[in-house]
């Protein structure tokens, strides 16, 4: 018999990890050329919002939408920003190199996964930020990230 399959954010060590991730991100921001610009004014709750919002989509706790957030305000969030490809993938790049800062597994099913929701997720909020993006309805569903075609963790 198999263990059960665990969600992403269980496997990445629930919402202390995925916030501490978020944190530790956002406090390198101020200093990358790239981003800087992008995260200037941001708020000081930024990192803690972020990660409820990934933190429920890679299937943990859904402290994001019982706190009133919803797929849909994210995504307007983005609108209007003018995110460029270069800024997208430093983004990817940064984040990528503070998972491994700060212990995220480093399994291949889990970063395939990872690295996934990275790609699909930064590229929707570059394409909802240029001129003639169209808001979405209030009642957008919240994405929900699997392992996908890995089906989980190698635990042989």
Avoid: C
């Avoid at 983005?78 to 597994?105: C, F, K, N």
């Amino acid at each position: 018999m198999s263990a059960a399959i665990p969600s992403l954010a269980a496997w990445a060590g629930g919402k202390a990890a995925l916030t501490a991730l978020f944190k530790r991100f956002y406090e390198k921001v101020p200093d990358d050329a790239v981003l800087a610009p992008v995260f200037a004014g941001m708020d000081p709750h930024h990192a803690e919002h972020v990660a409820a919002f990934v933190t429920e989509v890679l299937g943990g706790d859904p402290d994001y939408t019982g706190g009133g957030g919803s797929h849909a305000a994210m995504v307007r969030r983005h609108m209007g920003r003018h995110l460029t490809e270069t800024q997208r993938r430093r983004w990817i790049e940064l984040m990528l190199d503070t998972a491994d800062e700060v212990g995220l597994p480093s399994d291949p099913e889990f970063r395939s996964a990872l690295v996934a929701y990275l790609e699909w997720g930064t590229s929707l909020a570059a394409i909802n930020s240029r001129d003639g993006a169209e808001s979405p309805p209030a009642d957008t569903p919240m994405p929900q990230w699997d392992w996908g075609v890995p089906g989980g963790p190698y635990q042989g």
